[in-house]
Protein backbone atom coordinates (compact mmCIF):
# COMPACT_ATOMS: atom_id res chain seq x y z
CA UNK A 1 0.00 0.00 0.00
CA UNK A 2 1.14 3.01 -0.52
CA UNK A 3 0.76 6.18 2.03
CA UNK A 4 0.76 9.94 0.97
CA UNK A 5 1.45 12.69 3.75
CA UNK A 6 0.30 15.83 4.63
CA UNK A 7 2.32 18.47 2.83
CA UNK A 8 3.85 19.51 6.48
CA UNK A 9 7.26 20.15 4.20
CA UNK A 10 8.13 21.16 0.68
CA UNK A 11 9.86 17.45 0.40
CA UNK A 12 6.76 15.96 1.88
CA UNK A 13 4.46 17.55 -0.90
CA UNK A 14 3.54 15.64 -3.19
CA UNK A 15 5.74 12.74 -1.71
CA UNK A 16 4.28 9.03 -0.97
CA UNK A 17 6.18 6.38 0.37
CA UNK A 18 5.28 2.10 0.60
CA UNK A 19 3.80 1.10 3.61
CA UNK A 20 5.06 -2.53 2.87
CA UNK A 21 1.86 -3.97 5.27
CA UNK A 22 2.28 -7.20 3.31
CA UNK A 23 6.11 -7.63 4.75
CA UNK A 24 6.36 -10.45 7.32
CA UNK A 25 9.93 -10.37 8.26
CA UNK A 26 12.10 -7.32 8.87
CA UNK A 27 15.63 -8.92 8.73
CA UNK A 28 17.14 -10.65 6.12
CA UNK A 29 18.49 -14.10 6.29
CA UNK A 30 21.99 -13.88 7.16
CA UNK A 31 23.22 -17.16 5.57
CA UNK A 32 22.07 -15.33 1.89
CA UNK A 33 23.55 -11.98 2.37
CA UNK A 34 26.93 -10.99 0.67
CA UNK A 35 28.32 -7.62 0.82
CA UNK A 36 28.04 -5.43 -2.35
CA UNK A 37 30.79 -3.65 -3.39
CA UNK A 38 30.30 0.26 -4.63
CA UNK A 39 31.99 1.16 -7.48
CA UNK A 40 29.99 4.69 -7.89
CA UNK A 41 29.70 4.34 -11.76
CA UNK A 42 33.44 3.54 -12.05
CA UNK A 43 35.25 0.75 -14.08
CA UNK A 44 39.41 1.32 -13.42
CA UNK A 45 39.21 4.75 -11.77
CA UNK A 46 37.59 6.19 -14.56
CA UNK A 47 33.88 7.17 -14.82
CA UNK A 48 31.72 4.97 -17.04
CA UNK A 49 28.20 6.00 -15.62
CA UNK A 50 27.57 9.36 -14.93
CA UNK A 51 25.75 10.50 -11.92
CA UNK A 52 26.29 7.38 -9.66
CA UNK A 53 27.72 7.51 -6.04
CA UNK A 54 26.87 7.97 -2.18
CA UNK A 55 23.15 6.01 -1.05
CA UNK A 56 22.36 3.56 1.61
CA UNK A 57 24.16 1.06 2.55
CA UNK A 58 22.43 -2.45 1.28
CA UNK A 59 23.41 -5.94 1.20
CA UNK A 60 22.58 -8.36 -1.93
CA UNK A 61 20.22 -10.61 -1.06
CA UNK A 62 21.32 -13.98 -2.95
CA UNK A 63 17.81 -14.14 -5.23
CA UNK A 64 17.77 -17.97 -7.02
CA UNK A 65 16.35 -16.79 -10.25
CA UNK A 66 16.94 -20.57 -11.68
CA UNK A 67 15.29 -22.30 -9.33
CA UNK A 68 16.79 -25.83 -10.26
CA UNK A 69 15.47 -27.57 -7.16
CA UNK A 70 13.28 -29.62 -9.03
CA UNK A 71 10.53 -31.51 -7.32
CA UNK A 72 11.24 -30.61 -4.22
CA UNK A 73 8.16 -28.81 -2.43
CA UNK A 74 9.17 -24.96 -1.15
CA UNK A 75 7.18 -23.35 1.49
CA UNK A 76 6.77 -19.51 1.96
CA UNK A 77 8.41 -18.42 5.60
CA UNK A 78 8.20 -14.89 4.44
CA UNK A 79 7.58 -12.22 2.43
CA UNK A 80 10.56 -9.62 2.49
CA UNK A 81 11.74 -6.30 1.19
CA UNK A 82 14.92 -6.08 -0.99
CA UNK A 83 16.63 -3.02 -1.34
CA UNK A 84 18.10 -3.83 -5.01
CA UNK A 85 14.92 -4.42 -6.56
CA UNK A 86 11.56 -2.87 -7.26
CA UNK A 87 9.28 -6.26 -6.46
CA UNK A 88 9.04 -8.16 -3.08
CA UNK A 89 11.16 -11.57 -2.49
CA UNK A 90 10.23 -14.52 -0.98
CA UNK A 91 12.16 -16.97 1.48
CA UNK A 92 11.44 -20.12 0.66
CA UNK A 93 11.97 -23.14 2.87
CA UNK A 94 12.67 -26.64 1.54
CA UNK A 95 11.77 -29.82 2.72
CA UNK A 96 15.66 -31.11 3.14
CA UNK A 97 15.86 -27.82 4.75
CA UNK A 98 17.59 -25.64 2.70
CA UNK A 99 16.50 -22.15 2.55
CA UNK A 100 16.29 -19.73 -0.78
CA UNK A 101 15.01 -16.34 -2.17
CA UNK A 102 13.23 -15.90 -5.27
CA UNK A 103 11.39 -13.17 -6.65
CA UNK A 104 7.42 -13.28 -5.01
CA UNK A 105 4.79 -13.01 -7.46
CA UNK A 106 1.69 -11.61 -6.69
CA UNK A 107 -0.61 -12.77 -4.21
CA UNK A 108 1.76 -15.43 -2.65
CA UNK A 109 1.56 -15.57 1.06
CA UNK A 110 3.16 -16.95 4.05
CA UNK A 111 2.81 -21.21 4.58
CA UNK A 112 2.11 -21.08 0.56
CA UNK A 113 3.46 -24.04 -1.39
CA UNK A 114 5.99 -23.98 -4.64
CA UNK A 115 7.30 -26.23 -6.59
CA UNK A 116 9.70 -25.75 -9.45
CA UNK A 117 10.01 -29.25 -12.47
CA UNK A 118 10.68 -30.40 -15.59
CA UNK A 119 7.41 -31.85 -16.35
CA UNK A 120 4.58 -30.94 -16.20
CA UNK A 121 2.79 -29.67 -12.56
CA UNK A 122 -0.44 -27.59 -11.51
CA UNK A 123 -0.26 -24.61 -13.27
CA UNK A 124 -0.16 -22.55 -9.64
CA UNK A 125 1.05 -19.05 -8.97
CA UNK A 126 4.81 -19.18 -7.97
CA UNK A 127 5.25 -22.72 -9.45
CA UNK A 128 8.03 -23.25 -12.02
CA UNK A 129 8.10 -24.78 -15.39
CA UNK A 130 8.83 -25.42 -18.79
CA UNK A 131 7.32 -22.99 -21.29
CA UNK A 132 6.70 -25.95 -23.24
CA UNK A 133 4.21 -27.02 -20.28
CA UNK A 134 2.26 -24.32 -20.16
CA UNK A 135 -0.82 -23.70 -21.50
CA UNK A 136 -1.14 -21.02 -24.07
CA UNK A 137 -2.43 -17.65 -22.98
CA UNK A 138 -0.63 -17.89 -19.30
CA UNK A 139 0.91 -15.31 -17.99
CA UNK A 140 4.65 -15.43 -16.47
CA UNK A 141 7.40 -13.95 -15.30
CA UNK A 142 11.43 -14.28 -14.66
CA UNK A 143 11.96 -16.18 -18.08
CA UNK A 144 15.05 -17.91 -19.14
CA UNK A 145 16.74 -16.62 -22.74
CA UNK A 146 18.52 -19.88 -23.09
CA UNK A 147 17.25 -22.90 -20.53
CA UNK A 148 19.59 -23.47 -17.60
CA UNK A 149 20.85 -19.47 -17.60
CA UNK A 150 18.57 -18.61 -15.20
CA UNK A 151 15.68 -16.03 -15.30
CA UNK A 152 16.47 -12.75 -17.25
CA UNK A 153 13.29 -11.50 -18.67
CA UNK A 154 10.65 -9.84 -16.78
CA UNK A 155 11.72 -9.57 -13.49
CA UNK A 156 10.84 -5.89 -12.51
CA UNK A 157 7.73 -5.18 -10.00
CA UNK A 158 4.19 -5.59 -11.24
CA UNK A 159 5.46 -6.48 -14.76
CA UNK A 160 4.20 -9.91 -16.45
CA UNK A 161 4.80 -11.52 -20.19
CA UNK A 162 1.73 -13.67 -21.91
CA UNK A 163 2.68 -17.40 -23.33
CA UNK A 164 1.60 -16.65 -26.81
CA UNK A 165 1.77 -19.88 -28.70
CA UNK A 166 4.13 -22.94 -28.46
CA UNK A 167 5.37 -23.76 -32.03
CA UNK A 168 8.29 -25.89 -32.71
CA UNK A 169 11.63 -25.35 -31.02
CA UNK A 170 10.28 -21.71 -29.83
CA UNK A 171 7.69 -20.36 -27.93
CA UNK A 172 6.22 -17.06 -28.38
CA UNK A 173 6.00 -14.28 -25.70
CA UNK A 174 4.34 -10.87 -25.60
CA UNK A 175 6.59 -9.05 -23.43
CA UNK A 176 5.52 -6.11 -21.15
CA UNK A 177 6.86 -3.78 -23.67
CA UNK A 178 4.20 -5.39 -26.13
CA UNK A 179 6.86 -6.46 -28.04
CA UNK A 180 6.51 -9.75 -29.16
CA UNK A 181 9.44 -12.76 -29.46
CA UNK A 182 10.24 -16.25 -29.24
CA UNK A 183 12.44 -17.91 -26.83
CA UNK A 184 13.64 -21.53 -26.55
CA UNK A 185 10.34 -23.95 -25.43
CA UNK A 186 12.98 -25.56 -23.07
CA UNK A 187 13.08 -22.33 -21.10
CA UNK A 188 12.00 -22.07 -17.60
CA UNK A 189 9.56 -19.32 -16.47
CA UNK A 190 7.37 -19.20 -13.42
CA UNK A 191 3.49 -18.84 -13.42
CA UNK A 192 1.88 -15.49 -12.11
CA UNK A 193 2.89 -11.93 -11.70
CA UNK A 194 5.64 -10.58 -10.16
CA UNK A 195 4.92 -8.53 -6.85
CA UNK A 196 4.37 -5.45 -5.91
CA UNK A 197 2.55 -3.50 -8.79
CA UNK A 198 2.08 -0.25 -6.86
CA UNK A 199 5.93 0.39 -7.08
CA UNK A 200 4.88 2.59 -9.92
CA UNK A 201 3.13 4.56 -7.86
CA UNK A 202 5.82 6.22 -5.64
CA UNK A 203 7.01 9.53 -6.02
CA UNK A 204 10.08 10.02 -4.28
CA UNK A 205 9.09 14.10 -3.32
CA UNK A 206 12.72 15.19 -2.89
CA UNK A 207 16.10 15.44 -4.02
CA UNK A 208 17.09 13.62 -0.46
CA UNK A 209 15.41 10.69 -1.32
CA UNK A 210 16.96 10.34 -5.20
CA UNK A 211 20.85 10.55 -3.31
CA UNK A 212 19.65 7.74 -1.10
CA UNK A 213 19.54 5.13 -3.88
CA UNK A 214 22.73 6.62 -4.78
CA UNK A 215 22.30 8.81 -7.80
CA UNK A 216 23.87 11.90 -7.39
CA UNK A 217 22.80 15.22 -9.15
CA UNK A 218 22.88 15.89 -12.96
CA UNK A 219 22.86 19.30 -14.81
CA UNK A 220 21.34 20.04 -18.04
CA UNK A 221 23.36 20.67 -21.27
CA UNK A 222 21.86 24.01 -21.77
CA UNK A 223 23.01 24.73 -18.88
CA UNK A 224 26.82 24.46 -19.46
CA UNK A 225 29.19 26.59 -21.85
CA UNK A 226 29.60 25.60 -25.39
CA UNK A 227 33.18 23.84 -24.74
CA UNK A 228 31.26 21.25 -22.00
CA UNK A 229 28.25 20.33 -24.15
CA UNK A 230 27.14 20.87 -27.32
CA UNK A 231 24.11 22.57 -26.23
CA UNK A 232 25.05 24.91 -24.04
CA UNK A 233 26.17 28.65 -24.62
CA UNK A 234 23.52 31.77 -25.70
CA UNK A 235 21.98 33.85 -23.27
CA UNK A 236 20.23 32.62 -20.35
CA UNK A 237 17.97 28.68 -21.17
CA UNK A 238 18.53 28.95 -24.75
CA UNK A 239 16.98 26.21 -27.34
CA UNK A 240 19.23 23.04 -27.96
CA UNK A 241 19.20 24.78 -31.74
CA UNK A 242 19.89 21.98 -33.53
CA UNK A 243 18.22 19.20 -36.10
CA UNK A 244 18.14 17.13 -33.22
CA UNK A 245 19.27 16.70 -29.15
CA UNK A 246 23.17 15.55 -28.67
CA UNK A 247 24.90 13.66 -25.70
CA UNK A 248 27.83 15.33 -24.27
CA UNK A 249 29.97 13.44 -26.59
CA UNK A 250 28.02 15.20 -29.81
CA UNK A 251 26.29 11.78 -30.67
CA UNK A 252 22.64 12.02 -31.23
CA UNK A 253 20.55 11.13 -28.24
CA UNK A 254 16.53 10.82 -27.65
CA UNK A 255 14.94 8.14 -29.89
CA UNK A 256 17.65 7.17 -31.52
CA UNK A 257 18.12 3.46 -31.31
CA UNK A 258 21.20 1.67 -30.06
CA UNK A 259 20.27 -2.02 -30.91
CA UNK A 260 23.63 -3.25 -33.10
CA UNK A 261 22.02 -3.66 -36.53
CA UNK A 262 22.16 -8.02 -37.55
CA UNK A 263 22.41 -8.98 -33.98
CA UNK A 264 22.37 -12.44 -33.72
CA UNK A 265 19.02 -12.25 -32.08
CA UNK A 266 17.27 -9.88 -34.56
CA UNK A 267 15.78 -13.78 -36.16
CA UNK A 268 13.30 -14.55 -32.71
CA UNK A 269 12.11 -10.58 -32.34
CA UNK A 270 8.14 -10.81 -34.37
CA UNK A 271 7.55 -7.50 -33.36
CA UNK A 272 9.63 -4.55 -32.10
CA UNK A 273 8.44 -2.60 -29.28
CA UNK A 274 6.50 0.76 -30.07
CA UNK A 275 8.85 3.73 -30.00
Not at 106 to 128: A, C, H, M, P, Y
Not at 159 to 165: D, G, K, S
Request: without cysteine; charged residues 35%; positive net charge.
Amino acid sequence: MIKKYQPTTPGRRGASVDKGEELTKKNPEKKLLVIRKRKAGRSKGRVTVRHRGGGAKRYYRLVDFKRDKFDVPGKVTAIEYDPNRSARIALISYLDGEKRYILAPEDLVVNDQVLSSESKIDIKTGNRLKLTNIPTGTMVFNIELRPGKGGGLVRSAGMAAQLMAVEGKYATLRLPSKEIRKVPKDSMATIGRVSFSDHRLIRLGKAGRKRHLGFRPSVGGKSMNPVDHPHGGGEGHAPIGLKSPKTPWGKKAYGVRTRKQKKHSDKLIIKRRKK
